[in-house]
């Protein structure tokens, strides 16, 4: 596609719930990358895939984390059992190899009631 | 934690130049700056990067010190478009560790 595209937009949830997010990087970029960002913060680090490599998961918070990534396409984030303190925008990004600029998504607004 | 700092927030008149600094003093040899914009509501923004010269694309021009411990971001034309958080970030050239840490960034503000 154009762009790196997000869905859904908005997810509204409660808490215990699980969710899926879900990114569609540019096609043909091998890196994909999954931020997290809190109201008025900056970006923090989730997870980063790399073709067929074992993904860098150093970023995930807790166990309740989780993401997939198919071949170098679709990507899921998963969170389970959310929690309130998990509201943010979660943003992500692909680059064509890993080396190249990052083209981010407009992210998925999470809201845990 | 992120390597830079920027001040949190920035005016400048439409039509001037814009110009944001970045500390990055514990920068090493193998890293790169590199600034990204976010508008509201947006992903951020790739501008440009550089390693130790200056750099300039469509987009701005970045200027690096001789010692690599600063650099400054310019935007020669600001318009009311231009109005995001600017980070700068600092981290080693792709790979596994392209992480970007980005801190909290400066809010400029164009002003009509």
């Known amino acids: 596609g154009a762009g790196v595209s997000q869905s859904p937009s908005n997810k509204v949830t409660e808490k215990g719930k699980d969710v899926e997010l879900r990114c569609d990087p540019i096609?043909?970029?091998?890196?994909l990358y999954w931020y997290r960002q809190r109201l008025g913060q900056g970006l923090e680090f989730l997870i980063y895939?790399?073709?067929?490599?074992?993904?860098?998961k150093s970023g995930l918070p807790s166990d309740r984390f989780s993401a997939e990534r198919t071949g170098e396409s679709v990507s899921t984030l998963t969170i389970q059992r959310t929690q309130q303190e998990d509201s943010a925008v979660y943003l992500c990004?692909?680059?064509?190899?890993?080396?190249?600029?990052?083209?981010f998504g407009s992210g998925t607004q999470l809201s845990v009631l | 934690d992120a390597k830079t700092t920027q001040p949190p927030s920035m005016d400048c008149a439409e039509g001037r130049a814009a110009n944001l600094p970045c500390n990055h003093s514990?920068?090493?040899?193998?890293?790169?700056v590199y600034w990204y914009r976010q508008i509201h509501s947006q992903g951020p923004q790739y501008i440009i990067h550089?390693?130790?010269n200056n750099e300039t694309n469509e987009m701005a021009s970045l200027i690096i010190t001789e010692d690599r411990k600063s650099s400054t971001l310019i935007l020669p034309h600001a318009t009311l478009r231009d109005t995001a958080v600017y980070y700068c970030?600092?981290?080693?050239?792709?790979?596994?560790?392209?992480?970007?840490?980005f801190g909290t960034g400066t809010l400029l503000a164009v002003q009509p």
């Open positions: 096609s043909g970029h091998t890196a």
């Open positions: 990004a692909s680059s064509k190899d890993g080396y190249e600029k990052l083209f």
């Open positions: 550089g390693l130790k």
């Open positions: 895939f790399q073709g067929n490599s074992a993904p860098d």
């Open positions: 970030i600092v981290g080693p050239y792709g790979g596994a560790t392209n992480k970007l840490i």
């Open positions: 514990t920068i090493s040899g193998n890293e790169y």
